[in-house]
């Protein structure tokens, strides 16, 4: 496959976060779908109790793994999509994203991305699921 | 198209039911979008008040019904997300696909999937939305 | 690529609203993933506060935008999903929808779409976002 395109066109306002508005997907490229991912360590336990960043990493590890499984790197990456369940969570998430983005996408070459809040996940403790789609 | 594979890391905790964390759908697939199919009918009525397994019947009859269409089957599916309307339903969903997926994936091999409750669906008497995603 | 099929299969009832059940992606195309668009203008800042139709322009105007930059039409797209905040908006953005979206997809060959209300988005003022996936 050809590279993937990361666009952020002029006549769109620049992304207000760490994502880019279009992925763009040359055709031959094998696509890996990777399950919404929750706080849930090697152990199969929730990690991070009521901690919203110790979460994030956790899931992020995870989909890490995911895509180490299917032979993708983060660069492989066209879409993620996050769920939250407390509003309040948003700046904290967002001051992580910030923060640890740049170490999976180094060149600033985030991928687009959908944030929201929804009333619950498949457990009150899980405050942040995060689905992602690659291609390769 | 070579097959579909069906990943779960060793990396990443055992998933804690009926999905798979990783979906690898080889180049040169053929897609298939259907859209979040509720449990409406065919007569275009909403079946099921107030009864999420009878909804989940109609909702997943519905989904069988588009891949037949588009020329799939249950294993081509790579993806589904669901979308709960009440918490309490969420052990009886679970309930439900722990019955009855076994019949649309006899091998265990589960799509990715994501859950989610949220505040509403198109109509009020909607309890659940399932949307899905596959490859032939 | 061959054209991309959209399918309303006899055996689920037909779409209540400006969607289709499905959409059939034929092998070899290039796939565009553009992120949720908000109701932020060029300038950066949000626009039609409080108005979910004005919302709903910015927002499609965004998607037109990406669609465009990344090589693509309204023809192409294949997914979108939804997301509004208040349950009171569902019947507004179905009016919108059916007043605007022949625009967009004048032979009524509307892409399939998901509706979700949900607690939040990124910002308490965001009434809707939009998230699309095309196929060129």
Known sequence: MSEIEIINPETVSRPAGTYSHV??????ATLVVIAGQVAIGP???????DDIEGQCAQVFDNIGAALEAAGARWANVIQTMTFLTRREDVPRLRAWRTREFPRFWPEGRYPPSTLLVVSGLANEEMLVEVQALAAI
Chains 1, 2, 3 share one sequence.
């Open 23 to 28: 992925a763009r997907v040359p055709a031959g």
């Open 43 to 49: 152990d199969g336990k929730l990690v991070a109790v």
